[in-house]
């Protein structure tokens, strides 16, 4: 696969969209691109062969007659090496490959992106991040969806995001800095919101990455595992990064502070 004109393309796009997002580009930049990579690593960007190796011949009930339509022996080359002479010149290459593959790609990255953020994602997205900003009647979008479910009452979220700004007393200010100055019994309805936004997800993938997780913990040899244990499994593997955190002293400390039957001593 690695030696094949599709990879070394497929990899010259993917890695523009992946690292500038920039689906734009004009196909000449790119071609230039693979030119060279594909000199450096010797891979050919030849036109692949189209077409079956056996010698096609009109059939023999048509050898005596003059036929002006096409038939299955139109072709006149011998074989595929000379069906395929002459096509690949640069400007060939060239056409082949952006029609074929640079467009391919660019069509299902998109048809991708339409599938995964669709314009109501989109518009709740953009008022939330307008909500970090504390920014009212551009996250009015995101207050009224969750408003009922929440239980908010705008009138007050409103009056609690204008003292917040002010607390912070800051144009530019990261979600730290908010955080770090609000207050659950003060700002009720702000804290709910906030509490909600920065929950929810982008995507679908941490819920993928869960099933792939219980996949890997719950195996054929391990048939018999109790439910609580699976959970119990499933969330430390889930939640590695804080549960890489916690260190065998505070397991033992809370562990021997539970009432037993035999007293622990430490």
Known sequence: MIKKGHFILFLIILEDILTKINILKKFKTV???????????????????????????????????????????????????????????????????????????LDCVLSGLRSRFSTESLKIGHSIDNFMKLKYDESLHFIEHYKNALCIDKDQLKAEMLIMKNCINKDDFDIDALVSEINKKIFLNLYKLLQLALTIPVSSASCERSFSVMRRIKTWLRNSMSNDRFSNLSLL??????????????????????????????
């Open 31 to 105: 071609w230039t691109e693979v030119i060279a990579l594909a000199k450096e690593f010797n891979i050919s960007l030849e036109i692949p062969a189209k077409g079956s190796k056996r010698k096609r011949k009109e059939t023999t009930n048509l050898q005596n007659y003059y036929v002006n339509n096409t038939t299955g022996a139109e072709c006149s080359y011998a074989n595929v090496d000379e069906l395929n002479e002459g096509m690949n010149d640069e400007d060939t290459q060239f056409e082949y490959w952006k029609v074929n593959d640079y467009f391919r790609i």
């Open 237 to 266: 593997h889930i939640e590695r990064d804080l549960a890489n955190n916690i260190t065998s002293e505070e397991v033992l400390n809370i562990f021997a502070q539970k009432s037993r039957r035999l007293n622990l001593t430490i």
